[in-house]
């Protein structure tokens, strides 16, 4: 009857580039046109009265009774679905069938040869398997690295703490004082150097820290003002600063925060390191702390040579310096840009017109619409945390 | 958990009326739609507890484990939450294919929840252990499964969506899953899918202690008739019942020769 009613509009069944197929309500073939045997070598008439299964690999009858046949039943059809068929010589031929399930029980089929499809997908599966070995690999990767620079730096800092409380006694002169000014300057530099390494190595140990522990936070609203202060007034004594000149600008326009104390400090003063190493002489470095629509933001801008152009996003990368001589290793902004992120805030990093470098972390203030059940989950640990923190591996800053 | 949240979690439904509860577990595939044709039939007598093994039909995804739902003894614990969600006790547990499996790991761990077994087309393992039991597939039969299964439920913007973000896949990706019949996340098909195909519950059936009646297929290609027997041969008191039929679902193709059956075998 198939053929009778094509060939009313002058074309047969047989003429179709796909697979047709009848099959009675227990699954024996009735019907199967001519591309069964051009395409798959059975002969039509041979499979008449067979059951459809001869034309299936045991895996794909498996999945024939566990998903075609029951959404036949439940559905009418089944559209697209990969199977295998084989060959009365036992080539296994992948395709895609199309069924639907007539009011009399029969079922009706076309089926088309799917072996680019089949390539295709077997690519990407391929491709799927190595994106999760390879992210399997850099994890372990990155938490060796990680455990490695907690470790270095911890077998450091114990010969430096040496060093540093030596260095101390010798300039106090509590055993006697030096011999000449020389001696004094000396130590002096044995110091200061010791001092540097000490920072250096407090870097690596926090961001390996940062890292591996992932600590949660535990923000509360802090008086911003007070902080940013008290930490202002910290860098215009220190060494770095007086020996430049440089000095601090408060532009103080929010109250509150919501951080950690020891948290905003860490972050405080490393934008400030960060800027004094590229300030020039007898400049300024302006902090600004505002309010913005969710939540307050703080900003430090110095008049260095500011992000190279194009590279400000790599710049947030560990290890990442503007220029191989730069003092430091390169590890600051990358803390800031983590701790940002442990905030459910972010770091932003841009050149300011006239002047040179801004960086910007802002804040979150839960309080604000749509901001406070993120931050909650971050703190909570939640998988909204898990995935808002970025791959180690990528968190980064330069210094 | 509470009781509450298992019902939630396994999509439990419970329906119809009677002195006798009859559970129903669906097997590898779809989920409790399966039943349809054949609690109909049964639910004027009858009351029936219907539920999803999580991670299948509208069950809660998020509660998928791969490590728990790697072998059955995951799903033959969702059974004996179900059952003590309700505080059920003494029924009739009716496992399609691999639940007759997980319904006797099930019976076994908490043996007071069930009165008797109905098995709907059981298979206690489905790879050929020659001499002496040809369970119908070898291991290659059942990877390309795996396979196809892998091809037909990939479920492109999930299985992209790794590719993308870079990382490994684990259960906090769960995909939302459509309502529609048969459809599930393929990492959790997959592990459905070996737990069933990659079980050997032989072991099992003599330590079976609840009568059982086994309804055979006279043609499957999943269970064969002799993997039926075997089933009927091993466990201390079951029966079997071979219907004319071609396939592997009866409780679909053939509500009408199972109703009588399972009424007759829950009742006496």
Redesign the interface.
């Known amino acids: 009857m198939l053929d009778g009613v094509a060939r009313e509009r002058d074309f047969s069944v047989d003429d179709l580039p796909c697979g047709c197929l009848v099959t009675a309500p ?2 024996t073939i009735t019907y199967a046109n001519r591309y069964f045997r051009d395409d798959l070598g059975w002969n039509p008439d041979d499979l008449v009265g067979k ?1 459809v ?1 001869v034309l299936l ?11 075609v ?3 036949l ?3 009418g059809g089944c559209k697209e ?4 068929c084989r060959t009365p010589d036992g080539e296994r031929i992948p395709v895609i069938a199309n069924t639907k399930l007539l009011p009399d029980g029969r079922v009706t089929w076309t089926v088309f040869s799917a072996e680019n499809r ?1 390539k295709l ?1 077997d690519e ?2 391929e ?2 398997r190595l ?2 070995e390879k ?2 690999e850099a ?1 372990a990767a990155n938490r060796i690295k990680s455990a490695f620079l907690a470790s270095m730096s911890h077998d450091l800092r114990t010969p430096l703490n040496a060093i540093l409380g030596f260095g101390e006694v010798l300039s106090l002169g509590i055993f006697g004082k030096l011999a000449n000014p020389k001696q004094a300057e000396y130590v002096q530099h044995i110091r200061e150097s010791g001092a540097h390494l000490l920072e250096l190595i407090t870097d690596l140990l926090d961001l390996s820290g940062i890292e591996t522990d992932k600590p949660s936070l535990d923000p509360e609203m802090l008086p911003v003002r007070d902080i940013v202060r008290d930490i202002a007034k910290q860098f215009e004594v220190s060494s770095s600063f007086k020996k430049h000149d440089v000095q601090v600008r408060l532009r103080l326009d929010a109250d509150r925060i919501y951080s950690e104390e020891r948290v905003l400090r860490r972050i405080m003063n490393n934008l400030l390191s960060n800027s004094a190493k590229y300030a020039p002489q007898s400049s300024l470095i302006d902090v600004e702390v505002r309010r913005v629509l969710n939540g307050v933001e703080v900003s430090v801008i110095d008049d260095g040579p500011g992000f190279p152009q194009g590279r400000e996003e790599t710049m947030r990368n560990p290890f990442v310096r503007e220029k191989a001589s730069d003092d430091g290793l390169g590890i600051g902004l990358a803390i800031v840009d983590t701790l940002a992120r442990q905030h459910g805030g972010e770091m932003r990093l841009s050149n300011e017109p006239g002047r040179g470098a801004r960086v910007t972390v802002c804040f979150p203030d839960p309080r604000r619409p749509g901001v406070g059940r993120k931050a909650a989950a971050q703190k909570a640990g939640s ?1 909204a945390r ?2 808002a923190l970025r ?1 180690p591996g990528r968190d980064q800053m330069a210094s | 958990m509470n009781v509450s949240d298992i019902l939630e979690r396994n999509n439990v439904t419970d329906t119809g009326s009677g002195d006798t509860t009859l559970v129903f577990a669906h097997g590898f595939g779809c989920d409790q739609n399966m039943w349809r044709f054949l609690t109909p039939l049964l639910a004027e007598r009858f009351r029936i507890v219907k539920f999803d093994y999580v991670g299948s039909g509208n069950s809660d995804a998020t509660a998928f484990s791969r490590e728990k739902y790697s072998s059955l003894d995951g799903y033959a614990q969702d059974i004996v939450d179900v059952c003590e969600a309700l505080e059920l006790r003494d029924t009739v547990l009716v496992g399609h294919s691999v639940s007759a499996m997980t319904g006797l790991i099930a019976s076994i761990e908490a043996p007071h929840l069930f009165r008797k077994i109905a098995m709907v087309c059981p298979s206690p393992c489905f790879l050929n252990a020659p001499p002496d039991y040809f369970g119908g597939f070898e291991r290659a039969d059942l990877e390309e499964l795996i396979d196809l299964m892998e091809k037909n439920y990939i479920g492109w913007a999930n299985y992209l969506a790794p590719l993308v973000m870079g990382t490994a896949n684990g259960e906090d990706f769960v995909a939302e899953l459509s309502g529609s019949f048969c459809s599930t996340d393929p990492v959790i098909a997959k592990t459905f899918a070996r737990a069933t195909f990659f079980s050997d519950s032989r072991p099992l059936l003599p330590r079976a202690t609840h009568p059982t009646l086994v309804f055979q297929s006279s043609e499957d290609a999943l269970a064969s008739v002799s993997v039926g027997g075997f089933v009927r041969d091993r466990i201390p008191e079951a029966e079997i019942e071979i219907v004319e039929a071609k396939g592997h679902c009866l409780h679909m193709t053939h509500p009408a020769a199972l109703a009588p059956s399972l009424a007759r075998f829950a009742t006496c």
């Not at chain 1, 690999?57 to 999945?63: D, H, V």
Request: charge should be neutral.
């Open positions: 227990d699954r059951n299964e690999t045991r895996g794909s009858r498996i999945f024939c009774d566990s998903y046949f029951p959404l039943m439940q559905e679905t990969q199977l295998t089949n997908l990407l599966a491709a799927r994106s999760d992210a399997c994890q998988p898990k995935r791959d």
